[in-house]
């Protein structure tokens, strides 16, 4: 494990020789977190990402041998967010997820807790957001403590929804927002900096060449949360790992393959 940069000085970044290593990383971080929030406290909150990277960890999350590792009934799956289009819809988050690894493992469907986009934008963020305060029993200004968040980052540094130039960058006391991004011309649902910054573990999984030039800068570079939204994401207690492949890592100073 080795340090760098300077807004994440304090942050492990992991540089894996290929996608398939970064999968099989993460996998071993989602059942070691999984057995040990059980373990502890009966129960495993995870937050998951979009994009094409997490399926090759939902992959190897069924199958056997990592599958019978995971204490399925104590884990409680969430988004850190969504587009707005229907649960069926081809873009739709959950149903990534849910051709992926919902139905391929023993989780009681309770336990998938998913943003209701059938409903319009703002009511499916409220909903969402009660929905998180039920299930972490959350009085009025406390904030969820996910034991793992899981992120992506998009090639203009934009993690979950936090897309750059937006309002909901300096969201302070909301747990889940939805809102309009000008760019995409489409309504996204997402968790705010608050609460992903106030998970117990927070993994971003980055794989890709065209990831390489706007990883560097949000590792090495200035603190520029407005054009790099990924750089807001600190956990005030926790810890932040950052797994990337060879390819993404290309352009970073002073790292060496590790996994």
């Known amino acids: 494990m080795y340090f760098l940069g300077t807004i994440n000085a304090m942050s492990p970044i992991h540089v894996c020789s290929n996608p398939e290593a970064l999968y099989q990383q993460a996998a071993a ?3 070691r977190f999984a057995s040990e929030a059980a373990s502890t406290r009966g129960r495993f909150n995870v937050a998951l990402s979009g994009g094409s990277t997490p399926r090759g960890v939902h992959k190897l999350l069924t199958e056997v041998g990592l599958r019978e590792r995971i204490p399925w009934p104590q ?4 988004w850190g967010d969504e587009r ?9 988050n959950y149903r990534m997820t849910e051709e992926t690894l919902v139905t391929r493992v023993p989780i009681p469907l309770e336990n998938v807790h998913r943003i209701p ?75 705010t900096p608050p ?46 790992l950052w797994l990337v492949d060879r390819d993404a890592a290309s352009l970073l100073n002073n790292t060496e393959e590790r996994v």
Not at 149 to 178: C, Q, W, Y
């Open 75 to 78: 884990v409680h799956l969430f």
């Open 84 to 92: 707005c289009v229907a649960s069926t819809h081809p873009e739709s």
């Open 117 to 191: 986009t059938e409903k319009a934008p703002l009511e499916a963020a409220n909903d969402y957001e009660q929905t998180i305060r039920e299930a972490f029993a959350l009085s009025k200004d406390n904030l969820p403590r996910f034991d793992l968040v899981f992120l992506g980052m998009g090639p203009d540094g934009h993690t979950a929804s936090l897309f750059p130039g937006t309002t909901v960058l300096r969201e302070g006391k909301r747990l889940v927002i939805a809102h309009c991004v000008e760019k995409l011309n489409a309504w996204r649902i997402t968790l």
């Open 195 to 240: 609460v992903l910054s106030n998970a117990a573990h927070v993994v971003f999984l980055v794989c890709g060449a065209d990831k390489a030039s706007t990883l560097r800068k949000v590792l090495q570079g200035p603190y520029q949360s407005d054009l790099f939204p990924a750089q807001l994401i600190r956990p005030v207690n926790g810890t932040l």
């Open 29 to 31: 971080l989602f059942v």
